[in-house]
């Protein structure tokens, strides 16, 4: 759907953009993360054609849009809505008048113009704020508008920079709901900048991490919090406390993550059953991602066959990070 | 001793003088609107972080306002007097003090628009850009209306300057309010038509910043109390 191909940029010879290469494929949500000043914002700037790269593509539907002037740059606009980072209402229309401007800069007349506003309206939730000015409205539904704007004109992309970094956590789910529905109902392709990885953890399906103006990460989050040394696994599984008293009593000891309701609720007692080994959780814990339930657990096992237990638990889905006690690498 | 001026002749004094003077402000301030808020916009649009950056033009453009806004309006009266003899077809008159008091106000207006419009949030502006709009309705529907409040104080402020420089068109007969207090009340040392001229300027500013006051708050949709 989106393509961005080693796009670089730099402001007065200072590189703020160095080769960054990412895809965001249709209907998902990719989010962009990394420190502060490592080009998130620029990326983002460059992907809403608010800022033309010194180099390199971006892609939408196969179509590199960089380098497009006049009515041929408006119309790639209407393509990828923007949820701009901060205030970006017009304070002086309403809620639907905003949700109207791209419409109004398509052309679209009258009637239609508020059929669809109404429609958006409804996604986010805020039918009943319609005749609110901005002043009226709260930081959430002002973000909120700021969505149901970006969508009006039925873009493919949507692009939302720190969509919710001045938000509270509660109106932060709002509007995270909100960018999860326009995927959802939608369709649309959605690339979130944040530095915030519970928005990651919320809605990404994807992830990339940026650093000094390079991808240092890419992939699907459900993948990459599987690989023990990526920074998302590290970012976004619960922390494993060492506690070596506790793990003194074992015979083995090991890290091992588990993605799904299947491998959270039935592989541990599966494998002590199979293999006649007392298997413990001495630390860690649950969390989820989207909706998936994803468990980080330090096992504790005393038995014979403890090596075979683990080695069984990596064969049926869960990814045993280390070995702690025990001989190394029974990973899978 | 020279006896008073009746009331009835200082009340058809102020009549005619008002009438001159809300005459050529009121031309001029919409002349000056006209063309001083495209010369605002323009210098806006051109400036560094504008919707279409131009130094050259911008510089050229500042410079002519600036020029145009620092020389003081005694002086562009006298010296437009020959050129509103050829537009108007006579140097005397009400008519005649339109000019000079026009093309004063634009590069007034065009400062106090520039910087009015400046003061949109550049993320607003930005937010409308990414909805692939024009230009041009950038211009309407973002910088204009969503200043608009300001943009009208602006123009009561330019009113109130007008008036002030409206008095000093007595010195090629233009008439009105500060003509008839110059030339009635204070050279001939006629203090009831001086002060009664005064009183009324006074209250007249006063009315016409408050019109423009409330007109600025009636377009004005921040910070309303409810729906
Ligand atoms: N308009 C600009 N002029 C000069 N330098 C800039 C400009 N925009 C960004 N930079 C520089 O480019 C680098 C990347 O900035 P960017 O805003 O993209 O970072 P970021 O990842 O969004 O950071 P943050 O999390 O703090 O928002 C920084 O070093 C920044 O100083
Ligand atoms: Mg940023």
Redesign the pocket.
Known sequence: MITVENLTKS??G?S?LNGVTLDVEAGTVLGVV?P????????ARCVALLERPDSGAIRVDGTDITSLDGSALRAARRQIGVVPQGDSLLRQRTAAGNIALPLESAGVPGPQRRTRVGELLDLVGLTDKAAAYPDQLSGGQRQRIAVARALAANPSVLLADEPTSALDPETTGSVLTVLDRARAELGVTVLVVT?DMGVVRKICDDVAV?EQGRVVEHGKVLDLVNNPVSRTSSALLPAVDLNPINESSYDRVADVVLVGFAAVGALLPEAAHRFGVELNIVGGGLTRLGETPVARFRLGLNGERSDSALEWIGEAGGAVQRSLKGPQGVAA | MRSATPWSDVIAYLVEATGETLYMVGVSTVIATLLGVPVGVWLQLTAKGGLRPNAAVHRILSFVTDLGRSMPFIVLLVALTSVTRLIVGGSIGSTAVIVPLAVGAIPFVGRLVQNILSEVHVTVVEAAITTGASTLKIVKSVLIRESLPALINAIGVTVIALIGYSAMAGVIGGGGLGDLAIREGYQRFNDRILWSTVAWLAVLTTVIQLGFTRAARAFDRRRHASV
Do not use: P
């Open positions: 402001f007065q200072v703020a990394g502060s000043g490592a080009g998130k914002s620029t990326l530095h940026l």
